[in-house]
């Protein structure tokens, strides 16, 4: 499913699916599985939790995304763009809790969506997402980087500093 020529009607009722397989997610990662989740990287892509809170209700959320680990360093990308609650969620409060298929670490997320490294970056994360980039139209081991600017101008590209104590 290419979804680059969806309209805004179906990318919003995709977002709901997205929302409601999101749901499911967290129950396998509450349940001890998301190790299991995780052993499959090609397939099903990297994934983690994200514990944030809202930015209007104070309420805790947890929001499943791919993730990639590139140099040590931990990155998602809100492919829905600015739009993305849990983006705007985590931009209003950074100070967040990952779970990792290692286990939970305290971590504050910063937008780099700006980085000379953004494309490089992004790759990483769409490599390692499985079959979520492919779904959207963006083959990241094949397109260049001038086609992977276009594609993905509106994606916001985060990085995870990791609490150095929990390390």
């Known amino acids: ?14 977002r709901r699916v997205f929302h409601a397989m999101n749901h499911f997610m967290v129950w396998m990662w509450k349940m001890g599985w ?9 397939g099903l892509g990297r994934i983690m939790v994200i514990q944030h809170r809202g930015r209007k209700s104070g309420k805790e959320y947890l929001t499943p995304v791919n993730y990639a680990v590139v140099d ?3 990155y998602c990308t809100a492919g829905f763009g600015s739009i993305s609650d849990w983006y705007k969620n985590i931009m209003a409060n950074p100070e967040i809790e990952v779970w990792l298929p290692e286990g939970k670490q305290q971590a ?19 490599i390692a997402s499985g079959f979520a980039a492919p779904m ?4 990241p081991k094949k397109v260049n980087d001038e086609q992977l600017n276009v594609v993905s101008k509106e994606y916001r590209l985060v990085h995870f500093i990791m609490d150095k104590e929990n390390r």
């Not at 499913?1 to 995709?14: A, E, G, R």
């Not at 998301?34 to 090609?42: H, L, R, T, V």
């Not at 959207?136 to 083959?139: A, H, S, W």
Request: proline letters at 4%; charged letters at 25%; aromatic letters at 8%.
């Open 136 to 139: 959207f139209g963006i083959e």
């Open 72 to 74: 040590g360093e931990i």
């Open 34 to 42: 998301g190790k299991a989740m995780n052993g499959w990287p090609a």
């Open 108 to 126: 504050r997320a910063e937008d780099i969506s700006d980085s000379p490294k953004r494309l490089f970056l992004l790759r990483q994360v769409l």
């Open 1 to 14: 499913m290419d979804v680059s020529k969806f309209t805004l009607k179906q990318l919003n009722t995709l």
